[in-house]
């Protein structure tokens, strides 16, 4: 019997300056697995099974369910591409929490789309591939955007082009940085996260967001990533989406005076990280977040790197 497996990491959107235009994959270096998984086998009917810790957080009704919707959607594009499709059971291990700032649905998304796209003999390259995980990711959040799915399935610090081809770019990275990475348990739908912000930003404003993520690219690309972290500041979301985060203003204050670079939200949030200079210092803000900015049983804390790999189909 035909059957494979992938598994997608979870991920950071905007990596703090980069809103809606950049993000990082995540691996924990304890070796946990902190992301997605969708199994894939032959079938003589298309059904979905949930699973895993936070399976009870998803819908009742597999059709409402992401995966399925990729399932549909991918067999819309081959039969457009003039290729046939046959009955699949997938498994979906639902491992990352929903609404919790770690790209969550874009786990869900890549795995299934990466799964699918192994099955039926790999038809779609890259950006295709990339174009219609984009597509699925706004039916979540209520609009087209990369900066979770684009790391999820490439892996590494990806920056988006606003293109269909490349849709993003690959930026290099620093082993030598540490993230302290911590969901607090409580959920933040991306749709309310965006609704919070304003429809418009000052010149003012604008002219810091370029500036900074110009310096940044820069940085990375000539190794000087002292000067990168210094501009790693959320100019156009965090002073809004900060507010429906319980304890974010002392997990900063703690981050920065333990020697973390640079502190910021994962994407909507509530899940925050500190950027550090050392695995030590990393493990202490991970230990500070852990006893203080947790609220209930679901949040956890991970010390991670940034993965030159993102999904994983076997």
Known sequence: MKAFTAFAPASIGNVSLGFDVLGAALAPVDGTKLGDEVEIKTAESFSLETVGRFAHKLPGDADSNIVTKCYHYFCEQMEKAGKTTSPVALTLHKNLPIGSGLGSSASSIVAAFAALNAYFDTPFDEDTLLIMMGELEGQISGSIHYDNVAPCYLGGMTLMTGSDAPVTLSLPLNDEWYYAVCYSGISVSTAAARDIL???????????FGRQLGVFVHALHVGNFDLAASVMNDVIAEPYRKSLLPG???????????GALAFGISGSGPTVFAVCPSKA???KVAAYLTENYIQNEDGFSHVCQIPSQGTIVS
């Open 198 to 208: 304003p429809k418009q930003v000052e010149m003012a404003t604008a002219l810091t």
């Open 248 to 258: 974010f203003d002392d997990a900063r204050a703690f981050s920065e005076q333990a």
């Open 281 to 283: 210092q990393a493990e």
